[in-house]
């Protein structure tokens, strides 16, 4: 039997929720054996291969790289799974949409800094007035809330999708936690 191939990436977020899928511990060496992670901030692959059985998307869209990044997981991912609050909601990179985006540098760059106040050009992406969550710009088809979600949580949902299963996560998460 082959196994799924699996990918995971970060969009605009703190990596909170890979940080709880390694807090699967053991679990994972069991996850391991019937996956293979063809994409991850954890492996040192550089290009979203093609024929992707099940991608975990972390973070909100913010930026146009964040944008191509998630289209591509969807012209190439069988099964996309927004993970994580800010994946499902915006949640926290959300809350500057309540500012105008330039108002946003100058507090960033220029107002909480003691020394070269200055908005850079060159190594920040071309953010958008607005952080947008994944399912406002591609199908998403499997929500998983928590801010984290619970390792416990990741584990069961994904032992549920490689047992050809769709999981029912209702009771499993809550925004926030």
Known sequence: ?????VATIWLDGCSGC????LDMDEAL????????LVYSPYVDIKEFPSDVDVTLVEGAVSSREDL???QKVRENSNLVIAFGDCAV??????MRNSFPLESVFERAYKENVTVQ???PTETVPELFEKVRPV??????DLHMQGCPPPAET????????LEGRTPELTDKTRFGK
């Open 135 to 140: 399912h406002e710009v591609i199908n998403v």
């Open 68 to 70: 191509e990044k998630i």
């Open 154 to 161: 990741i584990k069961y949902a994904l032992t549920e999708i």
């Open 1 to 5: 039997m082959s196994k799924a191939r």
């Open 89 to 94: 909601t915006g949640n926290v990179p959300a």
């Open 29 to 36: 060496l069991d996850i391991a054996e019937k996956i293979d």
């Open 18 to 21: 890979h940080m709880s899928f």
């Open 117 to 119: 106040e200055t908005v």
